[in-house]
């Protein structure tokens, strides 16, 4: 007997029909089952990605981390973009690199950061670091350029607190533009009023409202928070206080350059203040 017969029964013409019908569904729900099944994989296989790169940026192996996210490079992702961005970042900073090298992997940085949020504005943490790639690209653009994207580097900061306000970093960060902005030189000054009718300004009390609040969330998280609670106290006069938290900086575990660097600069102050 007709195999298409036993499976459709004695008629003939009209299932045959349905034969021709029946095998495109089949196979289509084939293959969605078959992508779903890929698509599950692939984001497992993403994830696994992003927990290595999580622990590779936790351990401190930075040029091991960045090799590992530029395999990823073309990815739609937000999620692998701005962790390339921090890490391209991360990687200008480390003494062995050239200036040349440098310069490039800076604004390699703000590129992955700009791609990043493209694909997602709703990505706190490209907002972040874009904000922060912006700012070091001024260092190669000129004060004009850096004062220029004064205002957007703080409305991404803003931002990325908005979708996190559980996030110390962009908050500290916030803190640090304030502090940044109440001690412009005057000349500084003057180039920001030729480029904005109101130029962006800022208090040390402003700047000291946001590091005391990402201490709040996250107590202890940064050295260099510590140090900049420290300073600011120190210009605000209030040397009680400004010892409090140098001491704190001083006597943080030195995991990195950068915490070695707060802790020398805590001491140098910490002694100007005989404490």
């Not at 401190?60 to 960045?66: D, N, P, Q, V």
Request: hydrophobic share 40%.
């Amino acid at each position: 007997m007709c195999p298409v017969l036993v499976l459709l029964g004695c008629s003939g013409r009209v299932h045959r029909g349905a034969v021709l019908f029946t095998v495109p569904t089949l196979t289509y729900v084939g293959y969605q089952v078959y992508r779903s099944a890929s698509m599950v994989h692939a984001l497992d296989k993403a994830e696994e990605v992003l927990e290595q790169a999580d622990y590779l940026y936790g351990s401190g192996e930075t040029e091991r981390l960045y090799q590992l996210l530029l395999q990823h490079r073309n990815s739609e992702d937000a999620e692998f973009l701005w962790r390339l961005a921090r890490a391209s970042r991360d990687l200008a900073l480390l003494e062995n690199i050239s200036a040349q090298q440098k310069k490039s992997l800076t604004y390699e940085a703000l590129e992955f950061a700009k791609r990043a949020l493209e694909k997602n504005e709703a990505c706190f943490a490209a907002h972040k670091w874009y904000a922060v790639c912006l700012s070091d690209v001024g260092e190669y653009e000129g004060t004009k350029v850096k004062i220029g994207n004064s205002y957007i580097i703080r409305q991404h900061l803003e931002r990325a607190v908005e979708l996190n306000p559980k996030d110390a970093t962009s908050i500290h960060i916030l803190g640090y533009w304030c502090f940044a902005f109440a001690e412009l030189p005057w000349y500084q000054h003057k180039v920001a009023a030729m480029i904005f009718a109101s130029p962006p300004t800022a208090t040390y009390e402003e700047a000291l409202a946001f590091f005391l609040q990402a201490e709040h969330v996250d107590p202890n998280f940064y050295s260099k928070n510590l140090l900049m609670l420290g300073k600011t106290y120190l210009m605000l006069k209030d040397h009680g206080n400004a010892a409090t938290w140098l001491c704190k900086a001083r006597d943080y575990p030195a995991h990195n350059a950068e915490d070695k660097q707060v802790h020398e600069e805590a001491v140098a102050l910490l002694k100007k203040l005989k404490v």
